[in-house]
C-alpha cells in the first residue's frame, strides 16, 4: 500500500520547505521542541529495554527507523550505550542529506517502507516515532495506510516493533485536519490480530501514544 504520489510530493516539499525555515532542529520535524522528542524516545527506548531485549543480546541489535528524519534516534541510542547496527528511512530526500550533515557516517536511504523489498525478520526491531502523524489516506479511509505500515513493520521485525502515534482522545489532536490521531483501544485491538505481544503506553504526554509489539 504504497503512498500516492501527491503525497509523497506533498511530505518532500513540507519538510523541504521546514529545513529552509527551521535548520536541523527538533521543530523542523514538526515536534514542538527537542524536549518533546526526547520524551517519545525514551518510551520508546525503555519499550526496547523491558520487553524486547534478551540477557544474551547485550543491549546490541539491528534496528530499522522508519520515518528516520535526521537519524536523531541513532546517537541518542547510542548515547545510551546501545550497541546499535542502525538503518533509516525517510520519504524526504533532503531529510537524508541533512541527516548525513548532522551525524556524519549514519546510514540512510531514501524512500518509503514499501519501496524496500526486505524479506521478513530482516531487523531485530522496527521503531518508527511520528511519521505516522500525517494525513495520507483518503477521508474515508480511517488511517488504514498507517495501519499497513505497522503491519509491514511487524513483519520486518524478528524480535519486536516500538512506535507511537497521536492520541484521539486529545481534543486539540483530534480537531487538527492534517493529522492523523488514533483510539488507543482500537490500535491495540487491530495488532492483537496478528502480534503476538501487544503492549500499550499511555500518560507520558496528553496527546500521545505508544504501542510495543513483540513476536
Known amino acids: 500500500m504504497k503512498l500516492s504520489e501527491r503525497h509523497r510530493e506533498r511530505i518532500i516539499r513540507r519538510h523541504q520547505r521546514s529545513i529552509q525555515e527551521r535548520g536541523y532542529g527538533a521543530t523542523a520535524l514538526y515536534w514542538n521542541n527537542t524536549e518533546a522528542q526526547q520524551v ?6 525503555d519499550l526496547l529495554s523491558r ?3 534478551k540477557n544474551d543480546q547485550a543491549w546490541s541489535f539491528h534496528l530499522l527507523d ?3 528524519g535526521f537519524g536523531d534516534f541513532y546517537p541518542y541510542l547510542t548515547a ?39 524479506p521478513a525478520n530482516s531487523f531485530d526491531f522496527v521503531v518508527c ?14 488511517g488504514e495506510y498507517a495501519k499497513a505500515v505497522i ?7 524478528k524480535t519486536g516493533v516500538a512506535f507511537n502515534l ?24 487491530y495488532c492483537s490480530d496478528f502480534a503476538r ?15 510495543y509489539l513483540g513476536k
Open 40 to 45: 517519545r524516545f525514551d518510551v520508546l527506548s
Open 51 to 53: 520487553y524486547g531485549l
Open 66 to 68: 522508519v520515518g528516520a
Open 166 to 189: 497521536l492520541n484521539a482522545r486529545h481534543d486539540w489532536t483530534a480537531n487538527r485536519g492534517l493529522l492523523q490521531s488514533f483510539e488507543p483501544e482500537e490500535i491495540a485491538e
Open 197 to 211: 505481544q501487544v503492549v500499550l503506553e499511555e500518560g507520558y504526554l496528553p496527546n500521545d501514544f505508544s504501542v
Open 80 to 118: 545510551r550505550e546501545f550497541d546499535v547496527r542502525y538503518t533509516g528511512i525517510d520519504v524526504s530526500p533532503d531529510m537524508v542529506q541533512a541527516a548525513g550533515f548532522k551525524h556524519s557516517g549514519l546510514r540512510l536511504q531514501q524512500g518509503e517502507l514499501f519501496d524496500f523489498d526486505w
Open 151 to 157: 503491519r509491514r513493520m511487524y513483519a520486518l521485525a
Open 129 to 142: 516515532s511520528g511519521a505516522m502523524n500525517e494525513v495520507v489516506d483518503a477521508p474515508d479511509c480511517e
